[in-house]
Antibody, heavy 122, light 113 residues
Framework: EVQLVESGGDLVQPGRPLRLSCVAS????????MHWVRQAPGKGLEWVST????????DYADSVKGRFTISRDNARNSLYLHMNNLREEDTALYYC???????????????WGQGSLVTVSS | DIVMTQSPDSLAVSLGERATINCKSS????????????LTWYQQKPGQPPKLLIH???TRESGVPDRFSGSGSGTDFTLTISSLQAEDVAIYYC?????????FGQGTKVEIK
């Protein structure tokens, strides 16, 4: 059974950093592209970042480019999102998502974690 | 960026009746290399993460009931629930994967009339 478990969400002040983690199980993690997708409270879905199976390709939404860094450790079946200079508008539930395509990076999200809540407020 | 616009924002349908959700992209998402439309539909129930229903605009994921169907091509797409069930109450999102940034529609809330 595919499982994605996020952690690291917290209440932080604007300008502070935070790191989210996602541990994957039930599939060959190193063979799949992964993504972060967020959802602000009561709002819709917003793609945040993508990393290819071998970390050779990374991509970011303009809203987070230069502040967020996606990374992965295939030996630990883990995905990360390093978030710097957080803003109030980054407040959201952050989902770790598997790409449906084998070694794909175009967002077709076939498995989602339960999400990790990041609240940015002074 | 490709803008995805869904209509309506919400709809209320009687049990057993048809529900139709539209999704329009600001530019074509048809991949000419394989003649497939790079469009997905997701279902999100309250308190749950989204669930992938359809990709390539028309291909149902394994386990998705056949009352859900996707249609359309180019810039205009439709998700149809042929006979609404109580468990279909949710918000539905379309999303394009033709070009980055990957973008979602604003969502359509489906309720029981």
């Amino acid at each position: 059974e595919v499982q994605l478990v996020e952690s690291g969400g917290d209440l932080v002040q604007p300008g502070r950093p935070l790191r989210l983690s996602c541990v994957a199980s039930g599939f060959s993690f190193g063979d799949y592209g992964m993504h972060w997708v967020r959802q602000a409270p009561g709002k819709g879905l917003e793609w945040v970042s993508t990393i290819s199976w071998n970390s050779g390709t990374v991509d970011y939404a303009d809203s987070v480019k230069g502040r967020f860094t996606i990374s992965r450790d295939n030996a630990r079946n883990s995905l990360y999102l390093h978030m710097n200079n957080l803003r109030e508008e980054d407040t959201a539930l952050y989902y770790c998502v598997r790409d449906r395509g084998f070694r794909g990076t175009a967002l077709v999200a076939d498995f989602w974690g339960q999400g990790s809540l990041v609240t940015v407020s002074s | 960026d490709i803008v995805m616009t869904q209509s309506p924002d919400s709809l209320a349908v009687s049990l057993g009746e048809r529900a139709t959700i539209n999704c329009k992209s600001s530019q074509s998402v048809l991949d000419s290399s394989n003649s497939k439309n790079n469009l997905t539909w997701y279902q999100q129930k309250p308190g749950q993460p989204p669930k992938l229903l359809i990709h390539w605009a028309t291909t149902r994921e394994s386990g998705v009931p056949d009352r859900f169907s996707g249609s359309g091509s180019g810039t205009d797409f439709t998700l149809t629930i042929s006979s609404l069930q109580a468990e279909d109450v949710a918000i539905y999102y379309c999303q394009q994967y033709y070009s980055s940034p990957w973008t979602f529609g604003q969502g359509t809330k489906v309720e029981i009339k």
